[in-house]
C-alpha cells in the first residue's frame, strides 16, 4: 500500500470528543512510527501525536492532557482519541508513517513514508 486509510473526521461541538482512526497496512516491518498531524488554513502542517513499535509516546503541547495515541499492531491500525476538543482544534489532520523507530518526541514531517488522504474535523 502507498496511501493510509484515515476515517473518523466530523463535526462535534465543542466539548465534545472524537477518535480518529488510520489503516496503516502500508508499513508491514516490526519497527515503525506512526503519527497525526493537523493543518490548519495557510499554515504549514503541524505535529499532533505519535507512537512507535516500542509503544513510546509524543503529544504536542497543544493536545497533551486530553489526547490518547494508540496503535493496535495485529490488525495495522492506529487511532487518536481527543478529548474537550475546542474550534481551536478544527483542521484537516492526516496520519502518516515510516518503518522506523522515532527519537524523542514527534518526528518531522520529512521522517515520514506514508500519508493518509486527510480527515476532516470541525468544532463549533
Known amino acids: 500500500h502507498v496511501q493510509l486509510v484515515e476515517s473518523g473526521g466530523g463535526s462535534v461541538q465543542a466539548g465534545g470528543s472524537l477518535n480518529l482512526s488510520c489503516d496503516a497496512s502500508?508499513?508491514?516491518?516490526?519497527?515503525?512510527?506512526m503519527a497525526w498531524f493537523r493543518q490548519f488554513p495557510g499554515k504549514e502542517r503541524e505535529g499532533v501525536a505519535a507512537i512507535d513499535s516500542d509503544e513510546s509516546t509524543a503529544y504536542a503541547p497543544s493536545v497533551k492532557y486530553r489526547s490518547t495515541i494508540t496503535v493496535d499492531k495485529a490488525k495495522n491500525t492506529m487511532t487518536l482519541q481527543i478529548d474537550n476538543l475546542q474550534p481551536e482544534d478544527t483542521a484537516m489532520y492526516y496520519c502518516a508513517a515510516a518503518p522506523r523507530i522515532m527519537g524523542w518526541g514527534i518526528p518531522p514531517i520529512t521522517f515520514f513514508t506514508y500519508w493518509g488522504q486527510g480527515t476532516q474535523v470541525t468544532v463549533s
Open positions: 502500508a508499513v508491514t516491518s516490526s519497527t515503525f512510527c
